[in-house]
């Protein structure tokens, strides 16, 4: 009889605990459910607030990292002398190491027309260093910019880099628009 | 002379507006040859509806383990559906998402009107949480690919002492609340960067992560399952959703013979022994009296925690970022002319006024002094709750899984010498 009493007891303890975290935990998920669009986010840079430290080829946990530079033909002058190409100050416009900003020659000109060059990234060569991008930047169109790859990216929870980013470049970006390519020099 | 002036302006300006972001200085050709402008490639991040068959997979997942647990009582199906889901979380996924992780997502999504979790995210968060109520925590058991990892590396355990496990499983209490208390404020997500499995299941760990991941795995050799016991914040939650489980596995299929066979069967210490002899009237009583205070100090326990809390906010807020440099900027002015430190650097020529950034940094601390009450309180809250559970005399008279401490993962089922129909197996 009264361990009867006692089973009860504990049944009743353990039957409203269950409920109320039930109702705790469909709760939580309710309210949250409330406030989600529905949408996965991406991390992406934005190519106005990046400021090409270089923290890009270094911080992801890929290696080499997901960021690669892409070329926004767009705004692309095309120039002979591109200084996002060559580095500052070369005598002769050739294709030596020596000459070029790019470590891993990972960008390829090709020529189209007279006076004008096609400038291409070898994805697998880039590291995202962004020495490319500050060349471009600096002193023309700015054409080069970083932009995080979803096809290399892990889509980590927090992304690494963008801890790092010392200029907050890096957001969550609805999956549905996972580049923030420049469509104009200046942001709309 | 006229030229070279020019020159030199012009020099001057592209210096200049260098640091503003690009501008058009050189005009898009016009192209004689029929040249058309190529559009760069934007590659595809994983599809939504592969988010969701993640969900899918997890829910089968776990529908399975709690068959296995609590009906088909198999140790080797719950081996291998643990095996698969290694696989699949764990070297296919990559570790990510998992509804460790999640824990912060959901936080950051009451907290930063920007962010949102998505769906898929938020129901690997829940599903786990729901079924650790009915079924207790088979997620551990054959779900969770670190929980997985640590399981098939367990070679001698060692049994540990019941006061020693007691204080170790205050942590991952701790880690929680940190984990909440950094989400919320927005500095970091604690869980994901000091997730010691990952880098194995990425294969590309620092050396750091990758040896702490070796430690963990290292200790496990002898203490099962270190991560999950001591550290795991949402194997915290689990624990509590299923001390409440409607059902959960049960070491025996018919009636407890008290063969002992069990008793140390199981690498986690999680089997609670029968109790002893019906304690006397007055032990009771004084056990009822010390329940009563240990339950009237958990407000008081509370208050003092949220006190400490709040009062260590400064120290807490170091970790966050912009307090960090702000801090370091205050205490240090002179390393303002260090060219090498990017991060100064890059706030120097952002043009935002030192003032806004103190002023900015001061609401993140503002946040951390109250969301310091919050994890002090809820820290206090805790040992409160664990003092008094101390005082709850249980009586038992068969062997039974700890349900919360137990990750279902059906070790003990075969020492168990009972049949489903009662008889007891004879033993050569």
Known sequence: ?188 | MRKYLTIFLFLIAVTYSGLVTGQQRFPKPEFSSGYVTPSPTTPEPRANLLEYADVVVLLVVLSVASWIAIRKRSRRAMLWLSVFSLLYFGFYREGCICPIGAIQNVTLTFADPLYAISISALLIFLIPLIFALFFGRTFCAAACPLGALQDLLIITPFSTPVWIRKTLSFIPYVYLALAVLYAATGTDFIICRYDPFVGFFRINATFNMFLIGACFLGLGLFFARPYCRIFCPYGALLNIMSRFSKWHLSITPAQCIQCKLCSTSCPFDAIEHPTEEQKSETTQGRNLRRFITFGLLIPVWILVGGYIGAQSHVFLSKANPQVHLTELLIAHPELKNDTGNIDIQTFLSSGKSFEQQVKEAQIIRHKFYIGGWFFGGFLGLVIGLMLMNQSVFRKRTDYQPHKGDCYSCGRCLKYCPVKKDGTVEEIA
């Open chain 1, 1 to 188: 009889m009264a361990d009867d009493k006692k089973l009860n007891r504990r049944d009743f303890i353990q039957n409203s605990m269950r409920t109320t975290l039930g109702i705790a935990v469909v709760g939580l998920g309710g309210l949250s459910m409330l406030r989600s669009k529905g949408e996965n986010w991406v991390w992406q840079i934005d190519p106005f607030k990046c400021t090409w430290c270089g923290r890009c080829a270094t911080s992801c946990v890929m290696t080499p990292s997901a960021v690669k530079c892409v070329n926004a033909y767009d705004l692309c002058g095309y120039c002979d002398l591109c200084t996002g190409y060559f580095k500052n100050g070369v005598k002769d416009l050739n294709t030596g190491a020596e000459n070029l900003v790019c470590p891993t020659s990972a960008i390829v000109r090709k020529f189209i027309e007279e006076p004008y060059f096609q400038f291409d990234i070898v994805e697998k060569l880039c590291i995202g260093c962004g020495k490319c991008v500050k060349g471009c930047t600096q002193f023309g169109n700015g054409s080069f910019i970083l932009q995080i790859r979803h096809d290399r990216c892990k889509n980590c929870n927090e992304c690494a880099i963008a801890r790092m980013c010392p200029s907050d470049a890096i957001k969550r970006v609805p999956a549905n628009t996972p580049y923030m390519i420049k469509s104009d020099f200046i942001r709309k």
